[in-house]
């Protein structure tokens, strides 16, 4: 049970103003004394005891601060675009924070429960070891950067490679574009050139 600040000062004047007395008398640590003791100090260096804990309940209470039709802007704006609700929040001009904005999203069910995440979702990839992997045909794919210094070129170039995790072997395809497709089309490229049939592709992250 807290102790009312009134009882902390007058047993503070009982004990011949010595903290420890009163902090060991009313079973409380000493500096809540000293706290509650400099707050009932005067300019005079009076020792009032009238003093009582400030309510710590919210005195403005805020609603919605959305309007139904920038809400409903909003929520189009989502359903056609999936934007996030930071981008949303920018783009109308909206006076509320972006995470109010984005639980309102989440409470209409236009956020899903995965995330949004670049990478995928996590996979069990334990078979795809070496230790695990007893044949030919499962391969592991990744992309490394070429710089200006390593080509001699003017540009930063992409190397698309593709590994063999139980035989090492390795196929590699040089390309100036970093992005789905240029992946696909050295994957492409590297297929028909490997002397066996792959079984298993992964990427670095785990996909499938």
Known sequence: MRIKPSLIIKTFK????????????????????????????????????NIERKSTRPRKLKGNSLEPRQTDQAVCLRKETDWTAERIKRLLNLPVCSLTLHRRFKFLGLVREYGYHRRPRFQNTLHMHLGNTKTIGYLQMDVKYITPDLSGLPYTCFEYAAIDIFSRYKEAVISNHLDQDGSMAALLEILPKLPFKPVFIQTDNGLE
């Open 14 to 49: 009982e004990c011949g103003l010595v903290a420890s007395d009163c902090a060991w008398v009313l079973d409380i640590h000493r500096s809540t004394v000293y706290r509650w003791v400099k707050r009932a100090g005067t300019y005079r260096g009076i020792l009032v005891s």
